[in-house]
């Protein structure tokens, strides 16, 4: 089972980003992203069913994040647009039975990737 995100980096004010994360061993599973600031707790961004493909977006995605899967290269895709600075987090993808809110229902974490947006 691996999780490996990849992406991120410095972008200004208003722009866009792709970040990405490659699994493996994990069919069937919910992959969400999360973001956590400095200092802050981790947040819930958005999530996409392993099972139906439905998606469950979190209040800091609605209208500028796009969650999106890959099936044939086992790939979760969180699209960004009009960035923020408060945007400004390392992003973690995970895995999980089910999309959920709470990081506690996740079972498997990639080891982030650093998304700067600059004012």
């Known amino acids: 089972v691996q999780l490996v995100e990849s992406g991120g980096g410095l972008v200004q004010s208003g722009g866009s980003l792709r970040v990405s994360c490659v699994f493996s061993?994990?069919?069937?599973?919910?992959i969400a992203w999360f973001r956590q600031a400095p200092g802050a707790e981790r947040e819930y961004v958005s999530c996409?069913?392993?099972?139906?493909?439905?998606?469950y977006e979190g209040d800091s995605a609605k209208g500028r994040f796009t969650i999106s899967k890959d099936n044939e290269k086992n790939t979760v895709l969180l699209q960004m647009i009009s960035l923020k600075p408060e945007d400004t987090a390392v992003y973690f993808c995970?895995?999980?039975?089910?999309?959920?809110?709470?990081?506690?229902?996740?079972?498997?974490w990639g080891q982030g990737t650093q998304v700067t947006v600059s004012s």
């Open positions: 061993g994990l069919d069937d599973y919910a």
């Open positions: 996409i069913s392993g099972k139906d493909g439905s998606t």
């Open positions: 995970a895995a999980g039975p089910f999309c959920k809110y709470s990081r506690s229902s996740y079972d498997y």
